[in-house]
């Protein structure tokens, strides 16, 4: 795009043509203010903060709505300048009810900024202030009228953002109100975007409110737990009684994938960590009951009993089942220590896609999955099956908004009509469980058609949407999964004649790509190599067992046929999400590790109290296999983290430590002691030692020493380390994984999981909770209403 | 729900003046508002789902504008201007005339719901100030003598 050199304040500033006054300002950090102005909204032109003096225009202009044109000559910091924000500062001051000390946005307002720079504390108006009381829109969402400074930054959020329209403006000029859309209430997503939005505390979330002040808190950027998106978000925590209190989430910096969006769950869902039936203590069964004991206790008991029933039994009377919601370090481990510590490849988890089956179709191909920032810039989108708008919010307003703003083609094939036709350059209905014949007729197979057709989908629209397909470039296909197994390998062979075409395949849960990624798979290593060709890992670990290990189902049946003689369940609920006969593993010893006293943990012997995502540090990768780093803000105190129980575990066995977890090696550094590093000073030899993956790690219960062995040993994680403990998200590729093996596909099972659920977790929050019984509720008075 | 033949006529005709559908959402206000006397929620949600809008935004439009309303009105709606040239001519005594002669204060309706009144702003007749406007018709040069027989005249034709 041509470049356009324009002044500001005697300074040259060059920006493609286009640009906005605002930001070509901005880019040549000259600040200028601004309510109304939202990068990526519609232009407002409402609040007139960012008036500026343009030579030869009679009269001031908003900087947002001009856009830049050749030789401008603009200043900024004049006194008229001046004087004409500190009038509008006045006047949004005339109704605004002054109650800083309590707002929620108190110390974060863009209203007491302005108000401190412009100074205009002082009012010339006397009239009364127009009151009018808090209101409740929703669990999630509520507006305080007065404070309000119309700036219609929530309606156009609301509505071009999210695709929602749930917010409007009614009345008009200084008689407009923000208005929801039933009335009195809110009938929506509960996104919370309008709140973070909101650039004062008109608008303020149930979980917050009133809760705390933006500078009591500490703030840690971590990465989401809920679907497996991976949005970033910045929790803010504080003491409190029982360790350190999660008390906000938002990302309001935009860093990370997804800018300043969240949905419900990441946004607001973070309550399952305080919720009182948490466990605190390890708990045994005595005389039949779960009995609190000590950590001493139950490790020395773990240890004896798996030492036992491996010395008698062998590897393959222990099963171990991991987690798709705890860190790859946390996976990695614990299939390194059920191969190398227990002898067996029994392990598996929930699995929700079919990473095997893309790995294998991957394999020996060049790069071409497509990570979570490729879905904003891509010119098409070709989704096939699953509801983003529901199971994946990231991803479909990363979707929703690359076709707003880029103006990209998205190609919706679906068997519901699902939200996401909307913005749908073309939208296919075809009938339910015609996925994979449809990925069969896009690699061409011409005879699988036929499934697809009903009295909305026919022939020849199929066809002309696989030559549509066909034409263009840089295509992301991105399917959920009911793609498996063979119907992967035909997204991938149809992907490939694309030029630049990429894949994303869809599955559930924050970390199930990691847990896959990880091998927590009976048949598969890390990386996707398969058991009987462990290579590397062969020599590094010093023996992998060779037999193919059994799956959960094979688990339970040999679990009742008494083979199994004893279970390891890592954050795993599998009798309350598949619904499994909870005495199908009576006649084993059964340890839990988790933080609620789940439907799977009832029946266990022995439960570890677990910390979950928010409370440990390590990676997560998500669904496109994008690397982030998950940071410990919260705290709970009684609990440990996965990584250090299965490492305990592994010491009370008599195992050697060193053979499981790379650490201490080699450590006779100088840690920083002689180098001169005062305190609150930045050691920067160990910032260096630690951006290059070369920091000693003292412990075994560290994390970062088993993150070394997954950079070293996976396949795509040789990322930049520096990159991922700066926060910023590695996209991990398949291309260079194992061959991967064709898996059953009937061991997939989607979790079904909607916008205000979240498996076990979402039961535990009060947050999701309220939403769906809100909900519920207005559809039963519909209901009758209808009647 | 059901609107008259000349309306389908005319909102049809309409979708093709404008390149985008909601464009025709005012003018289809005020067909409807004509014709069933105010924007019931019915007429809301009807041409909301005709013009591919939520209801809010309907309603959005709707709060913008004074002449449209959402609450039923009396058979003669009458608006009595009292910007600065029909007040400086006497345009407040006329609409307190008119509210004790209706028994109803601004934005009021008479029980027999033949009347509802309203103070406006500036209807564009201020060389014959002071004005009043009922339904479409104007009424210029008033006194409350004057103002007297205009509704009169109306009540007339309204109990006929
Ligand atoms: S919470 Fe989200 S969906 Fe609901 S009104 Fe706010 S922005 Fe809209
Ligand atoms: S509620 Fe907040 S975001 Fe919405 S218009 Fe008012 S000040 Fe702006
Ligand atoms: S979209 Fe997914 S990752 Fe992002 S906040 Fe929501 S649940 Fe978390
Ligand atoms: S920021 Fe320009 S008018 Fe509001
Ligand atoms: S001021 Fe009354 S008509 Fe103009």
Redesign the interface.
């Known amino acids: 795009m041509a470049e356009v050199n324009i002044t500001v304040d005697g300074k040259k500033v060059t920006a493609p043509a286009g640009t906005l006054l605002i930001e070509a300002c901005k880019g040549a950090g000259i600040e200028v203010p601004s309510f109304c102005y939202y990068p990526n909204l519609s232009l407002q032109g409402a609040c007139r903060m960012c008036l500026v003096k343009i030579e030869k225009m009679p009269k001031l202009q908003t900087a947002c709505t001009t856009v830049i044109s050749e030789g401008m000559s603009v200043t900024t910091d004049t006194e008229e300048v001046h004087q004409a924000r500190k009038s509008m500062v006045e006047m949004l001051l005339g109704n605004h009810p002054l109650d800083c000390p309590v707002c929620d946005a108190g110390g974060e307002c863009e209203l007491q900024d302005m108000t401190f720079s412009y100074g205009a504390a002082e009012s010339k108006y006397i009239d009364a202030k127009n009151h009018k009381e808090e209101q409740q829109w929703s669990p999630v969402v509520y507006f305080d009228r007065p404070r309000c400074i119309l700036c219609y930054r929530c309606v156009r959020v609301c509505g071009e953002g999210m695709d929602v329209w749930a917010l409007g403006v009614q009345n008009r000029g200084v008689s407009s109100i923000i208005a929801p859309n039933q009335d009195d209430h809110l009938e929506c997503e509960e996104c919370g975007m309008c709140i973070d939005i909101c650039p004062v505390g008109a608008l303020t979330s149930g979980a917050y409110r009133y809760k705390t002040r933006p500078w009591e808190m500490k703030h840690v950027g971590t990465t989401c737990t809920h679907c497996a998106d991976g949005c970033k978000t910045t929790l803010g925590v504080r003491r409190c009684d029982t360790g350190m209190e999660i008390v906000r989430g938002d990302n309001r910096d935009k860093s990370g994938i997804n800018g300043d969006f969240l949905c419900i769950k990441g946004r607001y869902a973070f309550d399952f960590a305080h919720h009182e039936e948490r466990l605190t203590q390890p708990l045994i069964r005595k005389d039949g009951r779960l009995t609190p004991a000590t950590w001493e206790e139950a490790f020395e008991l773990i240890g004896k009993r798996f030492a036992e029933v491996r010395g008698k039994h062998g590897g393959q009377a222990i099963g171990v089942v991991g987690s798709t919601r705890t860190t790859n370090e946390d996976n990695y481990l614990l299939q390194k220590f059920a191969r190398v510590v227990l002898g067996t490849n029994n392990i598996d988890h929930h699995r929700t896609a079919d990473f095997p089956a893309l790995a294998a179709a991957l394999s020996g191909k060049p790069e071409m999955t497509a990570s979570m920032r490729d879905v904003f810039h891509a010119p098409a989108m070709l989704l096939i099956g699953n509801n983003p708008t529901e199971q994946h919010p990231l991803l479909a307003w990363q979707m929703r908004n690359n076709v707003r703003l880029h103006r990209a083609r998205l190609y919706v094939v679906n068997s519901q009509p699902i939200k996401l036709r909307r913005q749908a350059a073309s939208f296919s209905q075809i009938p339910a469980g015609g996925e994979g014949k449809l990925a069969a007729f896009l690699a061409g197979d011409d005879s699988a058609v036929d499934a697809l057709l009903n009295e909305k989908t026919t022939r020849d629209s199929c066809i002309a949407l696989r030559e549509k397909l066909r034409g263009e470039a840089n295509l992301v296909i991105i399917f959920g999964s009911e793609i498996r197994g063979n119907n992967i390998t035909s997204v991938v062979k149809f992907a490939s004649a694309i030029p630049g075409a990429k894949v994303l395949c869809l599955a559930d849960y924050a970390n199930s790509r990691g847990a896959a990624d990880m091998g927590l798979y009976p048949d598969l290593l890390p990386g996707y190599h398969r058991v009987t060709d462990a290579g590397k890992f062969h020599e590094e670990w010093g023996g992998v067992p060779e037999a193919r290990g059994l799956t959960f189902p094979e688990m339970v049946e040999s679990a009742k046929a008494g083979a199994l003689r004893a279970c390891y369940l890592v954050g795993a609920n599998p009798i309350g999400r598949f619904g499994i006969d909870p005495y199908a593993f009576s006649h084993s010893f059964v340890v839990v590790q988790d933080m609620f006293l789940t439907e799977t943990a009832v029946m266990a012997d022995v439960v570890l109290p677990a910390a979950n995502a928010y409370e440990k540090s390590g990676t997560f990768t998500n669904t496109c296999g994008d690397l982030q780093l998950v940071k410990k803000a919260g705290e709970v105190t009684g609990t440990k983290s996965d990584f250090e129980m299965i490492v305990r575990i592994a010491d009370a066995m008599g195992f050697d430590l060193r053979k499981l977890v790379p650490f201490g090696r080699g450590a006779h550094f100088d840690m920083g002691q002689s180098r001169g590093a005062q305190s609150g000073e930045a050691d920067r030899h160990a910032v260096w030692l630690q951006a290059q993956g070369l920091e000693p790690q003292m412990s075994p219960f560290d994390p970062m020493a088993i993150l070394d062995e997954i950079q070293r040993l996976v396949p795509g994680y040789d990322v930049s380390r520096m990159n991922l403990l700066a926060g910023n998200e590695q996209h991990t590729t398949l291309a260079g994984s194992g061959t991967g093996a064709l898996q059953n596909p009937e061991l997939i099972v989607p979790a079904q999981d909607d916008l205000f659920s979240s498996g076990t977790l979402g039961r535990y929050s009060r947050t999701l909770n309220s939403v769906i019984e809100n909900h519920h509720k207005e559809s039963a008075e519909t209901d009758v209403a209808a009647d | 729900m059901k609107f008259s033949d000349q309306f389908e006529q005319r909102f049809t005709e309409m979708l093709t003046h404008y390149p985008t559908k909601r464009s025709v959402l005012v003018p289809t206000l005020l067909f409807a508002q004509d014709e069933i006397g105010f924007l019931s929620d019915e007429v809301i949600h009807e041409l909301a789902g005709r013009l591919d809008l939520?209801?809010?935004?309907v309603?959005?439009v709707i709060?913008?504008y004074s002449m449209l309303t959402t609450k039923p009105r009396g058979k003669f709606n009458v608006q009595v201007c009292t910007n600065i040239a029909c007040m400086l001519r006497g345009a407040d005594e006329l609409f307190e005339h008119c509210e004790k002669k209706l028994g109803i204060g601004h934005k009021g309706t008479t029980p027999d719901g033949l009347f509802s009144l309203e103070e406006v702003e500036c209807i564009g007749a201020c060389s014959w100030a002071p004005a009043a406007q009922v339904n479409y018709d104007f009424h210029e040069n008033l006194t409350p003598d004057k103002m007297d027989r205009v509704l009169d005249e109306y009540k007339k034709k309204g109990t006929q």
């Open positions: 939520t209801d809010l935004e309603r959005n709060s913008y």
